[in-house]
């Protein structure tokens, strides 16, 4: 049976970073990575959908290892996966992925201090095993087999094609149709301006309002910077200016979430004027950032509605009826096309199952390690990006950890590191503290934090620098052994 010194599962921008550290800092590991799907990318291979699009700044978003030398900062999806696709070609991490072969669980056994990993690979879909010493999952957070799809009243009795925004069809023509989007995150946002230039009219259906905040898709600072610095400079220096301009924003949202309410409604009703009603469309009831705050470029959304290609409609689905929906409010809709942008379906581990020493793992009972680990799972490490900034941030961090964390039980020749459960202060609180619906829907099967750190989860990325580049790797949470050797865990 096949060894590898590590498994990454995922070959996304969490799977492409992860390899990029390995084989940078631990050279003479070995290790592959396993892709589900036939393409790399992962998120930005799989969404399709007419305008597709990443609502994090690249500069943020692109990694800190190769800078991303345009001046445009918010740019199509097409864009992202190209980026992806250059890079691992340009470091040979596209010859250590090995695609088709989808992780479907995982048994550690402390004795050997290993992972027996099960895998289907090929057309047939059949099972095999190989051995790692530490798994590292990069597959993401949603289940790529298909979104969230609630049932509505009556679906059936419509005639036209209902379609979700992760299975969209290539070859779908919406000339002169009338369509309806229901949804109003990131991707009904999204979809809505892009399909308007196609369509007779576009109606986004929403349940709630979401806010929505424009900005311009080049970055000013990243094109003055361009004309006089070298391209590695000028990209950390927008990066970093990005990320301080994003997090000091996060951290006004939650001290003065009214006034930057005010704020963002103002900016709204700049864009579609006085007359437009913004209190019913554009006002969510809850404050900026307990959910992920919706990123337009150059105000597309505003600009389709003012162009009379789109509108805005708020309202509870009654029932689908043969040629559109009607509200609740008695008002009706009238659809070719319906599309439900409805969510993802939360699938933490691409799916797979875990097993230590045979006893199965319930993530929802375990506790995360500073958001990367989950107590009483050794030898495991899983990447989520944070909410309120970009993925790949997160990611990068992850990856430079798990290095560390491997060459530090490489010099102290330890086989086996888990976290264990100490001092947790308010123990079992969300693992995320966010209301959007995919979260909430999936709140069971989420690990818990503590109040504290190393079993608080931050959406900080300066605070995470500190503990997942710095800080001491025994900080007297992390339990090492070997076998045929007394496990420690040293004191904080």
Known sequence: MEHLDVLVVGAGISGISAAYHLQRRLPSKSFAIFEARPRLGGTWDLFRFPGVRSDSDMHSLAFSFRPWKRTQSIVAGADILAYL???????GIDCRIRFGRQVTGAAWDSAAARWTVTYREGADGAQRQLTCGFLFFCAGYYSYAGGHRPAFPEESRFRGPIIHPQDWPQDLDLAGKEVVVIGSGATAITLVPALAKEARHVVMLQRSPTYVVSRPSEDALARRLAKFLPATIAHRLARWRNVLLQMWFFRLARRRPSAVRAQILRMIRDQLGPDYDVATHFSPTYKPWDQRLCLIPEADLFEAIRAGGASVVTGRIETFTETGVTLASGETLAADV?????????????????????????LGRTFSYKGLMFSGVPNLAAVFGYTNASWT??????AQFVCRLLAHMDRRGWAECRPVGGDLGRAGAPWLDFSSGYIVRALDRLPKQGDRPPWKVRQNYLADLLALRFARIEDGVLRFSAPGRAPIRTKA
């Open 85 to 91: 696709r250059e890079t691992a070609a340009a470091f």
């Open 338 to 362: 319906i599309v439900t942008a409805t969510g993802l379906e939360v699938e933490l581990l691409g799916g797979a199952t875990l097993e230590v020493d045979g006893a199965r793992v319930e």
């Open 393 to 398: 941030l997160k990611a990068d961090l992850a």
